[in-house]
């Protein structure tokens, strides 16, 4: 009976991942936890104003607390109306240094989101965080519009 029992939980998990449109892969990340965010994996900003002086908002770190096999970058607008959201994603490493993954500037309608990824880790190299930017100087018309971003790693 257990047997039996246990091919269905399987299945339902099988069934589960299958509905949900994610591979076996995918259904193996963790949200990583953002710098200094007191534990929500998911992040909720607005898009502030580029300073003279002093630091923007624009920035927010992920932990990375152990090798994965790759990334994902998760972004969905909150804001109210359709918006242009200038998006860079990084992978900070060990030594400083570090790899731009995401450079584009997509538009938004209103709760519409996007998966950025999956972004293998590079051989050789151990990440330290994961860093996702949204704002641009160059893109002042993008001031105020809101969004939620968060970080996954995958085995």
């Known amino acids: 009976m257990s047997w039996i ?14 509905v949900a449109g994610l591979s076996p892969a995918q259904a193996s990340c963790r949200f990583l936890v953002p710098l200094g965010g007191g534990g929500d994996p998911v992040v909720a900003k607005q898009i502030g104003p580029d300073r003279a002086l002093g630091r923007t908002n624009w920035n927010t770190d992920f932990v990375v607390d152990r090798d994965y096999k790759s990334y994902r970058f998760f972004f969905t607008s909150a804001s109210t109306e359709r918006a242009l959201f200038p998006i860079a994603g990084f992978m900070v490493f060990t030594d ?16 519409e989101g996007r998966e950025f990824g999956p972004f293998k880790a590079v051989p050789g190299r151990r990440s330290r965080l994961m860093n996702f930017r949204v704002g641009s100087s160059n893109h002042p018309g993008s001031l105020g519009f809101s969004y939620r971003i968060s970080v996954k790693g995958c085995e």
Not at 5 to 18: E, F, K, N, Q, V
């Open 5 to 18: 029992g246990g091919s269905l939980a399987m299945l339902s998990t099988l069934s589960i991942t299958a």
């Open 96 to 111: 400083g240094a570090n790899l731009q993954v995401i450079n584009e500037t997509p538009t938004f309608n209103p709760g």
